[in-house]
């Protein structure tokens, strides 16, 4: 009975936000041909009656049907509107209209993905992110010092250039397609990017410092299909548990800041949520089952986000080698 209830608890959830999905739906429907700047915002020039003819019965109605327990309408309503957010978006970009719509179909894609696993599989499974290259496994341990330290070379390379880089640069190209980017006043973008500079800076040196530790201490890399062999307490780690993560929501916001635009900070910042009920707890449960007492002995003493000054007592070694089973 009590895992019949846990099941069926999270289930009532996705339930719950697919019948404010369908409510919300309506009303920025009524919105729609009642207000012109509500569909001028949000549909730009398309043709309200022919979009109303597809997303009416598909999102709100098929939300609603969601909502009183029909699996598939689920599954249904979650298809259309991740279609339709690809759809707008694309729209967006060619046309330079309707970002605010896009902007709200990013939410209800994402909202709907969430509710739709609720409803299917009772939980959301986030071991799904560990899968591939980004399985959890061990470095090989007999690999010379110098490997371990290209390899997370390489990785900081692809990695910073792809979440630093690329994907901000496309979420700032996006924001001003999109009409969403405010006018600033000169002296406030001249203020942004120093700071961000300044940050970007500090945030990397500290990324580069703990990857370094990692590398040279854990005999391992920050990739979780390569991690270390050994538990690292030494360098950044001592002060706090995640410093490279810690470093990476750092510098997603000082680009951010550079570009002078909100939606990059909001994706570091979504970053971060993610990393934080997703990815930290399955790292830390497989931290816990290969390191055991000296792990928790860690995470008692170490705080997770905000770094303890000053610095906590280390442990006994720099890196402390799992127990021999």
Known sequence: MRAAHCYGA???WGRLYFAVQALGGAAWWIA?????????????????????????PLFVLGS??????????????????????????AWATVTTEAGVGVLVMIVAAVGSA??????????????????????FRTADPDAPRRRNVLATVLQIVVFWGLFLGVIPLVV???EHRWRLHPPLPDALVTASVVAGAVALVAASALGIASAAAMATQGKGTPLPSAMPNR??????????????????????????????SWMVVVYALAGSIVWNCIVRPLEEADLE????????????????????????????????????R
Do not use: K
């Not at 049907?65 to 298809?79: D, E, F, N, Q």
């Not at 705080?303 to 890196?319: E, F, G, K, M, Q």
């Open 10 to 12: 999270p289930m009532s």
């Open 32 to 56: 729609v041909f009642s207000i012109p700047a509500v569909r001028t915002a949000t549909l730009g020039s398309l043709d309200p009656v022919l979009v109303a003819a597809f997303d009416v």
């Open 64 to 89: 609603a049907l969601a909502a009183a327990g029909v699996r598939i309408a689920a599954a249904v309503a979650t298809v259309w509107t991740v279609l339709v957010m690809v759809g707008l978006a």
């Open 114 to 135: 969430l509710a739709l696993t609720l409803v299917l599989l009772g939980r959301i499974p986030t071991e799904w992110v560990t899968f591939g290259p980004l399985a």
């Open 172 to 174: 700032a190209f996006a």
């Open 231 to 260: 538990l690292v307490v030494a360098g950044p780690y001592r002060s706090v548990r995640n410093p490279m993560a810690l470093a990476g929501i750092a510098q997603g916001v000082a680009v951010g800041l550079l570009l002078s």
């Open 289 to 324: 089952h290969r390191f055991g007492d000296d792990f928790r002995r860690y995470a008692d003493r170490v705080r997770c986000w905000v770094p303890r000054w000053p610095i906590a007592a280390s442990a006994p070694a720099d890196a402390i080698s799992p127990p021999r």
